[in-house]
């Protein structure tokens, strides 16, 4: 959809949309309030201002862990070439999203479009030294970054 679309969806449909891109209800009712955006950068950029850290435990209920053959949609697009991945990368990168989740109480969240498994593995493990503070801002980061590539998959500039 382009961003007149967008803009003219009903509250309650605009919500459901971006749900889709981030299950965090806080930032998809503050992207929405902020209706009519009339550019798609517009709503990147207020979308960026909006994710606040308190959306992030909701952001992340809404996402698998990174090699979970069972994730599908988006997050399974994301994380194609994961499957790709040996059965050892595969088998690390379960061992280590059990290690991630026991140390910081959460899935291991990262923007995983187009990277490897490997690459994952790799990033996986340098964050499993991170202190829970600087672990969690990271998170956000990632969360800003996937959230980011799925909006602009939502709405596109010029498309009809």
């Given amino acids: 959809m382009n961003i007149q679309e967008f803009d003219g969806l009903a509250e309650g449909d605009a919500c459901r949309e971006l749900l889709a891109v981030c299950a965090a209800p806080r930032w998809a009712g503050a992207v929405v309030a902020g209706r ?35 994730a599908g949609g988006r997050s399974g697009g994301e994380q194609s070439r994961v499957s790709a991945a040996g059965d050892d990368v595969r088998a690390a990168l379960a061992e280590g999203n059990a290690e991630y989740e026991r140390r910081f109480g959460h899935v291991y969240l990262v923007c995983a479009a187009g990277r490897s498994a490997g690459d994952l593995l790799a990033t996986l493990r340098t964050r499993l030294g991170n202190d829970p503070g600087a672990e969690r801002a990271v998170a956000l980061g990632e969360l800003a970054d996937i959230n980011r590539l799925r909006l602009a998959d939502l709405v596109r500039e010029g498309a009809a």
């Fill in 36 to 70: 009519p955006y009339r550019s798609a950068a517009a709503l990147q950029s207020a979308a960026a201002t909006a994710l606040q850290d308190g959306d992030l435990d909701d952001a992340m209920s809404g996402h698998p862990r990174i090699g979970d053959r069972g």
